[in-house]
């Protein structure tokens, strides 16, 4: 399996333009986890996603924030309209059913580098 | 609230010395605690994954520590090499959820 698979590696785009970014799980894995890493603030959860339904979005920052799992090979992270303040590197996770008791491993993409001007 | 602390926020040792860097954490519940390699520009690598019980794991000149009662963690580097500069982040398990520490950035220099 190539893993994690995120598209585009660096995004350059004016403020108030619309910027969606892409996401293709490991096949297999039901969990799906969308992550934004700055120097401020580390990795922080956006939202995660299970069997294409999204379980927990209390980390989305604003309404201009969404996101969706159509099956279970996709997902995209849409921010419209984009602020300077998004610029940050967008992690995409996945991993197969885990539980309270396991300790599957959740393997991330290379990362979306967002540039907001 | 399900917290992960690490420290120190970076470090510079020189190639060939060890280094040891910690977690302490507030997750409950519990599930397991890993360590995650980052390299710059690119994702978490998984190091260790650790569950309750267990109190220590290694790979390669990676080892890491678990205290389940003091809620602690620690990744050991042994011999370090200039492939080691990094991020080292610890994550903690709770409920289907991943709580991530802030990282500490380690520098290895020749």
């Known amino acids: 399996d190539a893993g994690v698979i995120q598209s585009p590696r660096h995004e350059v785009t004016e403020m108030g333009q619309e910027v969606t970014l892409r996401c293709k799980p490991i096949?297999?894995?039901?969990?799906l986890f969308w992550y934004r890493q700055t120097m401020m603030r580390g990795l922080e959860l956006l939202i995660y996603?299970?069997?294409?339904?999204?379980?927990?979005d209390s980390g989305m920052p604003e309404d201009r924030f969404s996101a969706k799992m159509p099956n279970a090979s996709f997902s995209t992270l849409k921010i419209q309209p984009s602020e300077p303040r998004d610029s940050a590197v967008y992690f995409c996770?996945?991993?197969?059913?885990?539980?309270?008791?396991?300790?599957?491993?959740?393997?991330f993409g290379q990362g979306t580098r967002l540039t907001v001007v | 609230k399900n917290q992960v602390e690490q420290s120190p926020q970076s470090l510079i040792i020189l190639e060939g010395k060890n280094c040891t860097l910690q977690?302490?954490?507030?997750?409950?519940?519990?599930?397991?605690l890993r360590w995650y390699k980052q390299d710059t520009g690119r994702g978490p690598v998984s190091l260790t994954i650790?569950?309750?019980?267990?109190n220590t794991k290694s790979n390669g000149r990676y080892t890491a520590t678990l205290d389940a009662d003091t809620k602690q963690s620690s990744l050991h580097i042994t011999a370090s090499q200039l492939s080691d500069s990094a991020s080292y982040i610890c994550?903690?398990?709770?409920?289907?959820?991943?709580?991530f520490g802030a990282g500490t950035r380690l520098a290895v220099h020749p």
């Open positions: 996770a996945s991993t197969p059913p885990w539980g309270a008791k396991d300790n599957t491993e959740a393997f």
């Open positions: 096949s297999g894995h039901d969990y």
């Open positions: 996603f299970n069997n294409n339904v999204p379980i927990d």
């Open positions: 977690c302490n954490y507030t997750v409950s519940p519990f599930s397991n």
């Open positions: 650790m569950t309750f019980s267990e």
């Open positions: 994550v903690v398990g709770g409920y289907n959820k991943l709580i």
